[in-house]
């Protein structure tokens, strides 16, 4: 049983598409996507490519999907970065794409794993590679699997905490620190963190080439991925 865990696509659709191809290849058994689908600067090529996948994929949502679809429908706004954003993919996606980011469930549980996008309590909190062991024991203790896969923060690992086996996917679209994008393959008990090489200065180039808004910071992103921290 090999299944694909892609978690933070963030509307990259350069870095999906080479993600794509290699899953493709490897002739996965299951592929889960770990929410924050869309928020970034090609919401409508990424989501057209998932939106055609929702039979066939298991998705998680993302604190972003929550929160461009309650931007959506309550119909507020907001001037700083991330409400405009949210209003960029907004615009650019249909009812039926909006409306499915908002009835995506929290989590996906698969034997003794738990896929979440934050943590098992939370889609906006971090998991992160130096969050101290107690802090993750709260998050985990009322999660009766043993084996807990996030993403959110960004940045691949896999930790042991008490009990609970903590593995991070990374971000497929905006990985901090990685040469490429980043996801998860499942291969029975084996945990591999992978790495998927793609032109990212052709994929910098598409973005610049969008009316996106803060499109040169996603191209800036994509080309040098910064050090966000732990
Ligand atoms: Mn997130």
């Given at each position: 049983m090999r299944i694909a865990a892609i978690y933070d696509i963030h509307g990259n659709n350069d870095a999906l598409e080479a993600v794509v191809e290699e899953i493709d290849k490897l002739g996965v058994d299951k592929v889960v996507v770990g929410g924050d689908l869309a928020w970034g600067p090609q919401p409508r090529q990424v989501m057209d490519k998932l939106y055609a996948k929702k039979e066939d994929?298991?998705?998680i949502r993302g604190n972003s999907d929550r929160e461009i679809f309650e931007q959506y429908r309550d119909a507020t706004s907001s001037d700083d970065m991330v409400g405009k954003l949210n209003q960029w993919c907004i615009d650019q996606l249909t009812i039926e794409q909006l409306q499915w980011l908002g009835s995506l469930p929290f989590?996906?549980?698969?034997?003794?794993?738990l896929f979440v996008h934050g943590s098992p309590r939370s889609d906006t909190e971090s998991i992160r590679v130096d969050t101290w062991d107690k802090d993750v024991m709260e998050m985990v203790k009322n999660t009766p699997q043993s084996i807990v896969i996030c993403g959110h923060t960004h940045r691949q690992f896999k930790r042991k905490i008490g009990r609970t086996q903590v593995i991070n996917a990374g971000s497929v679209g905006l990985q901090s620190r990685a040469n490429g994008a980043c996801w998860l393959l499942i291969d029975s008990d084996e945990y591999k963190l992978q790495v998927t090489r793609y032109?990212?200065?052709q994929a910098a180039r598409a973005i610049l080439a969008s009316s996106a808004p803060y499109k040169e910071d996603f191209a800036e992103?994509?080309?040098?991925?910064?050090d966000e921290g732990p």
């Amino acid at each position: 049983m090999r299944i694909a865990a892609i978690y933070d696509i963030h509307g990259n659709n350069d870095a999906l598409e080479a993600v794509v191809e290699e899953i493709d290849k490897l002739g996965v058994d299951k592929v889960v996507v770990g929410g924050d689908l869309a928020w970034g600067p090609q919401p409508r090529q990424v989501m057209d490519k998932l939106y055609a996948k929702k039979e066939d994929w298991l998705f998680i949502r993302g604190n972003s999907d929550r929160e461009i679809f309650e931007q959506y429908r309550d119909a507020t706004s907001s001037d700083d970065m991330v409400g405009k954003l949210n209003q960029w993919c907004i615009d650019q996606l249909t009812i039926e794409q909006l409306q499915w980011l908002g009835s995506l469930p929290f989590s996906y549980t698969e034997n003794n794993r738990l896929f979440v996008h934050g943590s098992p309590r939370s889609d906006t909190e971090s998991i992160r590679v130096d969050t101290w062991d107690k802090d993750v024991m709260e998050m985990v203790k009322n999660t009766p699997q043993s084996i807990v896969i996030c993403g959110h923060t960004h940045r691949q690992f896999k930790r042991k905490i008490g009990r609970t086996q903590v593995i991070n996917a990374g971000s497929v679209g905006l990985q901090s620190r990685a040469n490429g994008a980043c996801w998860l393959l499942i291969d029975s008990d084996e945990y591999k963190l992978q790495v998927t090489r793609y032109d990212v200065d052709q994929a910098a180039r598409a973005i610049l080439a969008s009316s996106a808004p803060y499109k040169e910071d996603f191209a800036e992103h994509i080309r040098n991925p910064p050090d966000e921290g732990p």
